[in-house]
């Protein structure tokens, strides 16, 4: 009974096309973890399907656009997040962690990459992945004769 799971259940209800959703967010939260426990932030994230689209949230207080490195490489999207410790402070108390905090993200053969879009906002950084349109669901018409 190893494969009755909670996951596996889950799993077995997806739909065909959840597949790289699963495994996206499989591969991004799993090294995550790691990433966390070293620095002490670990800029919490989320991923989503929608409208033929992957997106990517990942909470970034106190960094700046110039503080986010996103890079491309082999079928790897990475995102580096960089908190400086502020220099002028002599810190009493802080519960605030600093630093540089990175993720990786495996991207599913069904995404084009050169469609990825990065936009900061209040803190929170949103980063958009088209899917390639040759793998997204089409209507095929009928002609009558």
């Known amino acids: 009974m190893s494969n009755c799971s909670p996951t596996n259940r889950v799993r077995s209800h997806l739909t065909p096309g959840l597949g790289d959703l699963d495994t996206l967010v499989s ?6 973890r790691a990433v966390a426990a070293s ?63 990175a993720r990786t993200l495996e991207l599913p053969d069904t995404v084009d990459a050169e469609t990825i879009e990065a936009n900061l906002t209040n803190g929170v950084l949103h980063v958009t992945i088209a899917k390639r349109p040759e793998t997204q669901p089409r209507r095929i018409d009928v002609r009558q004769n």
């Open 39 to 101: 620095t002490g932030w670990g800029g919490a994230a989320s991923v989503y399907e929608a409208d033929n689209q992957f997106h990517l949230e990942l909470d970034a207080p106190g960094v700046s656009a110039e503080q986010v490195d996103l890079q491309v490489e082999n079928g790897q999207l990475t995102v580096t997040l960089d908190r400086p410790q502020p220099e002028d402070r002599r810190f009493a108390y802080n519960e605030r962690r600093f630093g540089k905090v």
């Open 27 to 32: 591969n991004f939260f799993a090294p995550a």
